[in-house]
């Protein structure tokens, strides 16, 4: 069943991926630069393991946006999102907020009262999004660098900083 009632946004359909989706979700996650490219079998798994916290965005039959997510083992109502991708042609209408708003509004996503996410401290898009979230959901939001670049990344990568959102009720 698609989260979204179709007929708000005609060419749009935003629902739980597929597994036949995760070479797709490969491919877009290759086209939304900075985002770190996984293997294709790491998309598979988001798409079918982590479809229940995962969501698509399918526009004429191509998948145009994407969320990777999961609930933390330890603390299973925060959902973690793990990148957030929209294609070129569908940004800047709202989607990457509605791709993770759809994902919450699920029946069986209803107790989730947290969410995280790492950003890197350059990524203003990224930070727009998830201050967005915070803002419009009324939740507090705290930061801490969660993967340094030199003990975690070898010097590799620039360090994630975890920005935690909530406590939130379900965004309508
Ligand atoms: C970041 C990204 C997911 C945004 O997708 P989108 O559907 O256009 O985002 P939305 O329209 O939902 O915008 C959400 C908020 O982010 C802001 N925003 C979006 N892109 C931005 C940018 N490039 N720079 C600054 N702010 C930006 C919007 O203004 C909006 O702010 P508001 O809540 O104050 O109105 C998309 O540009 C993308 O895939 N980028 C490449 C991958 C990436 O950097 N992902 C980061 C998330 S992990």
């Not at 698609?2 to 597994?19: F, H, K, M, Q, Y």
């Not at 630069?33 to 969501?55: G, R, W």
């Not at 975690?152 to 990568?157: E, I, L, P, T, V």
Request: overall charge negative.
């Amino acid at each position: 069943m698609p989260d979204s009632d179709p007929s708000d946004d005609t060419d749009l359909i935003l629902r739980e991926p597929a597994a036949t989706e995760g070479h797709a979700v490969h491919q877009l996650i290759a086209r939304c630069k900075p985002l770190d490219e996984n293997s294709v079998y790491c998309n598979l798994l988001q798409c079918s393991h982590f479809a229940a916290t995962s969501c698509a965005a399918v526009m004429d039959g191509d998948v145009v946006g994407f969320v990777s997510g999961y609930r933390v083992p330890p603390r299973p109502t925060t959902l973690f999102v793990w990148q957030v991708a929209v294609d070129e042609r569908a940004r800047g209408r709202g989607l990457a907020k509605r791709l993770i708003s759809a994902i919450l509004q699920r029946d069986g996503n209803r107790d989730i009262d947290h969410l995280e996410t790492t950003i890197t401290p350059d990524n203003a898009a990224s930070w727009a999004l998830f201050e967005g979230l915070a803002r419009q959901w009324g939740a507090d939001g705290e930061r801490h660098t969660l993967f340094e670049r030199e003990a975690h990344f070898a010097g590799a990568h620039d360090s994630e900083v975890l920005y935690r959102i909530g406590p939130f009720a379900t965004p309508a």
